[in-house]
T-cell receptor, first 115, second 115 residues
């Protein structure tokens, strides 16, 4: 079945530095790649997503890049702030006629931003 | 209130008891999902539903039962709770458009402890 690998599992950065989280997926039919942020005691929240017809998408300090050939995608957070500290999940799904609506999640990355 | 709500937020139950976790969404999303979140395992899919009266197993369905008689509700029942089912349970919903997937919206979770 489809698999999504996420690295690193933990990441610690100084406030103001950049953070990068990487994911690889196994199913070449995957075409939708969302990222979620989960704060302590809360459910995951969608922060950005990208589809396979684009290579990069930005939203303020957050960007996602996609390399379909290598089957990997990354989350980039610039100018990190303490409130960026959370667990981040990547996910992948495939659409098309066999679409089940399911997302396959990575294992999560705990990001700590030190003041 | 609009959104996706889970109840109860916290539950302690005894081994062998039946317990039902509730999930209600107000958007009339077609798809609904149940995940469990355990340290070291990320988010694992238990069951999902593409529409009322249509359900299917996910990655870890054993010991769980679901139903979906109405679009807005997707209860998860543990028929005979075991300590290994101690976890945080998240419900989510989404509305694919045509063959394209969109991100999930998650509930706030139910923390279940089986003693």
């Amino acid at each position: 079945g489809e698999n999504v690998e996420q690295h690193p599992s933990t990441l610690s950065v100084q406030e103001g530095d950049s953070a990068v989280i990487k994911c690889t997926y196994s199913d070449s039919a995957s075409n939708y790649f969302p990222w979620y942020k989960q704060e302590l005691g809360k459910g995951p929240q969608l922060i950005i997503d990208i589809r396979s017809n684009v290579g990069e998408k930005k939203d303020q300090r957050i960007a996602v890049t996609l390399n379909k050939t290598a089957k990997h995608f990354s989350l980039h957070i610039t100018e990190t702030q303490p409130e960026d500290s959370a667990v981040y999940f990547c996910a992948a799904s495939k659409g098309g006629s066999s679409n089940t609506g399911k997302l396959i999640f990575g294992q999560g990355t705990t990001l700590q931003v030190k003041p | 209130d609009a959104g996706i709500t889970q109840s109860p937020r916290y539950k302690i139950t005894e081994t062998g008891r039946q317990v039902t976790l509730m999930c209600h969404q107000t958007w009339s999303h077609s798809y609904m999902f149940w995940y469990r979140q355990d340290l070291g395992h990320g988010l694992r899919l238990i069951y999902y539903s593409a529409a009322a009266d249509i359900t299917d197993k996910g990655e870890v369905p054993d010991g769980y039962v679901v139903s979906r008689s109405k679009t807005e509700n997707f209860p998860l029942t543990l028929e005979s709770a075991t300590r290994s089912q101690t976890s945080v349970y998240f419900c989510a919903s989404s509305e694919p458009r045509g063959h394209s997937n969109y991100g999930y919206t998650f509930g706030s979770g139910t923390r279940l402890t089986v003693v």
